[in-house]
Nanobody, 120 residues
Framework: QVQLVESGGGLVQAGGSLRLSCAASGSIVSINAMGWDRQAPGKQRELVARITSGDYTNYADSVKGRFTISRDNAKNTVYLQMNSLKPEDTAVYYC??????????????WGQGTQVTVSS
């Protein structure tokens, strides 16, 4: 199994910044990709950003130029630096990973989520 522990959410004013972190642990053989999704009240969950083991990144159009995803492979940790936050960024942010787990093969895993609230 894989455990994902997120941190860094909170309340911030519009225009401010937050940095989310997510550490993966468990019987991990290797991690193919890590990323962040988000879900706002009454809306579907959407991809925010994703980074592969080769450091290829992709972002939702709504966050390009404001958010930056990075990872520390040695620590199995992914980060999301969020700048110029807007009220519409308010959501629960979920860390996710596609990982090869010992005895289970390759599968997707999600964290419990961390709340990000941006006030206007």
């Amino acid at each position: 199994q894989v455990q994902l522990v997120e941190s860094g959410g909170g309340l911030v004013q519009a225009g401010g910044s937050l940095r989310l972190s997510c550490a993966a642990s468990g019987s991990i053989v290797s991690i193919n990709a890590m990323g962040w999704d988000r879900q706002a009240p009454g809306k579907q969950r959407e991809l925010v950003a994703r980074i592969t083991s080769g450091d290829y990144t992709n972002y939702a159009d709504s966050v390009k130029g404001r958010f930056t995803i990075s990872r520390d492979n040695a620590k199995n940790t992914v980060y999301l630096q969020m700048n110029s936050l807007k009220p519409e960024d308010t959501a629960v942010y979920y860390c996710n990973t596609n990982a090869w787990v010992r005895g289970r093969g390759v599968d997707d895993y999600w964290g419990q989520g961390t709340q990000v609230t941006v006030s206007s």
